[in-house]
Each structure stands twice: as structure tokens, then as C-alpha cells.
């Protein structure tokens, strides 16, 4: 089995930060959030407050939009085009996505791809609130062990070394920067 990160791994750029900046442009009133948003972010890079909390912040704008399940579907219709090429030659059939990215966004993305095994963080989409930890470094780890044995993992693939300790648990680990994959 192999198991790939999903932002910057397998997705061209940040799911979602392009979901939100999405929402912001066809919904402004968004914006009322940005105040509250900058302080939050500041508490945050000053270690004040965590990345959930900071995260849950930011998706609280998410209470604007009318119809949120109508909003990801077109989004996610809109950026499929951001699958990366080599994944597509290489995904089969029994990859596991894991992400800290919301998985009411990402769902929609495995849906059109054919992926059945996705693990990533738990976030309401009508309040931007998460139901447990953000699916982050060793959480991740906890959540691929709550569903499958570690041990059957062939290649792990991520954009980022905080994603470390699920390649520890890889036969391989792969570095993936752009398109290019470099042995962890």
C-alpha cells in the first residue's frame, strides 16, 4: 500500500487555503473575519494559541456561505486540474490520502479519483469547528493505526518533514518538492 500526504504532495499548492481565498472572493462578506483572523494568527506564531484553534478561526467564516456542500462540490470541480500528473500515473487502487486538511473538502476530490481510504481531520463545515486533534504529525500516525497495520505501508509520500513520523513507518519514504521525488 502506499500512503500519500495530500497538499503539496499530490495536490498542486494548499487545498485549503485556495478553498478559503475561493469563498472570499465569491462571498466578501467573508472579509468581516480577516480582524479577528490577523490577531488569532498573530497569537499563533507567538505560540499564544495552537494550529487547531487558529485553524477553527479561520474556517468560521465558513457560517457565511448559503450552501457550503454546493460551494466545495464547485470548487473542487473547478481544481481538479491540480491533481498532480504523476500521481495519476501511479495512484492504485488501495492509496490512503492522509491530511490535515478538512475532510468534508477533500472527500469530493477521492470521490472523482476513485480513492477509498482518506484520513484527515475532522472539521464541521457549517461551524469551521474540528471534532478531535488536527490529522497533524504524530496524529497522524494514530488515526493510519486506528484503521490500518503499519506495517503494510510500501511507500509514504509528503512535501514536508513534519510528516516524519509516518515515513518512519514507510518500507520507502519519498520527498516530494514540485513534481520531483527525492528519497526522504
Given at each position: 500500500?502506499?500512503?500519500?500526504?495530500?497538499?503539496?504532495?499530490?495536490?498542486?499548492?494548499?487545498?485549503?487555503?485556495?478553498?478559503?481565498?475561493?469563498?472570499?472572493?465569491?462571498?466578501?462578506k467573508?472579509?468581516?473575519?480577516?480582524?479577528?483572523?490577523?490577531?488569532?494568527?498573530?497569537?499563533?506564531?507567538?505560540?499564544?494559541?495552537?494550529?487547531?484553534?487558529?485553524?477553527?478561526?479561520?474556517?468560521?467564516?465558513?457560517?457565511y456561505?448559503?450552501?457550503?456542500?454546493?460551494?466545495?462540490?464547485?470548487?473542487?470541480?473547478?481544481?481538479?486540474?491540480?491533481?498532480k500528473?504523476?500521481?495519476?500515473?501511479?495512484?492504485?487502487?488501495?492509496?490512503?490520502?492522509?491530511?490535515?486538511?478538512?475532510?468534508?473538502?477533500?472527500?469530493?476530490?477521492?470521490?472523482?479519483?476513485?480513492?477509498?481510504?482518506?484520513?484527515?481531520?475532522?472539521?464541521?463545515?457549517?461551524?469551521?469547528?474540528?471534532d478531535?486533534?488536527?490529522?497533524?504529525?504524530?496524529?497522524?500516525?494514530?488515526?493510519?493505526?486506528?484503521?490500518?497495520?503499519r506495517?503494510?505501508?510500501?511507500?509514504f509520500?509528503?512535501?514536508?518533514?513534519?510528516?516524519?513520523?509516518?515515513?518512519k513507518?514507510?518500507?520507502?519514504?519519498?520527498?516530494?518538492?514540485?513534481?520531483q521525488?527525492?528519497?526522504w
Amino acid at each position: 500500500m502506499n500512503v500519500y500526504d495530500f497538499d503539496e504532495t499530490i495536490y498542486e499548492g494548499d487545498s485549503t487555503r485556495d478553498f478559503v481565498f475561493y469563498l472570499v472572493k465569491k462571498y466578501p462578506k467573508c472579509l468581516f473575519k480577516l480582524p479577528k483572523i490577523g490577531i488569532k494568527g498573530i497569537s499563533y506564531v507567538l505560540k499564544n494559541i495552537s494550529k487547531t484553534e487558529f485553524k477553527e478561526n479561520v474556517y468560521s467564516m465558513f457560517s457565511y456561505i448559503p450552501n457550503i456542500d454546493t460551494e466545495v462540490e464547485v470548487f473542487v470541480d473547478t481544481h481538479m486540474h491540480c491533481i498532480k500528473r504523476w500521481y495519476i500515473e501511479q495512484q492504485k487502487e488501495d492509496d490512503v490520502i492522509i491530511s490535515a486538511s478538512p475532510e468534508f473538502l477533500l472527500k469530493p476530490f477521492m470521490d472523482k479519483l476513485g480513492i477509498k481510504n482518506l484520513i484527515a481531520s475532522k472539521v464541521n463545515q457549517v461551524t469551521g469547528t474540528y471534532d478531535g486533534l488536527n490529522c497533524y504529525g504524530e496524529e497522524k500516525v494514530v488515526r493510519f493505526d486506528a484503521q490500518f497495520d503499519r506495517k503494510c505501508i510500501d511507500n509514504f509520500y509528503s512535501d514536508s518533514y513534519s510528516d516524519d513520523p509516518m515515513a518512519k513507518l514507510a518500507k520507502q519514504a519519498f520527498l516530494v518538492k514540485g513534481n520531483q521525488l527525492e528519497k526522504w
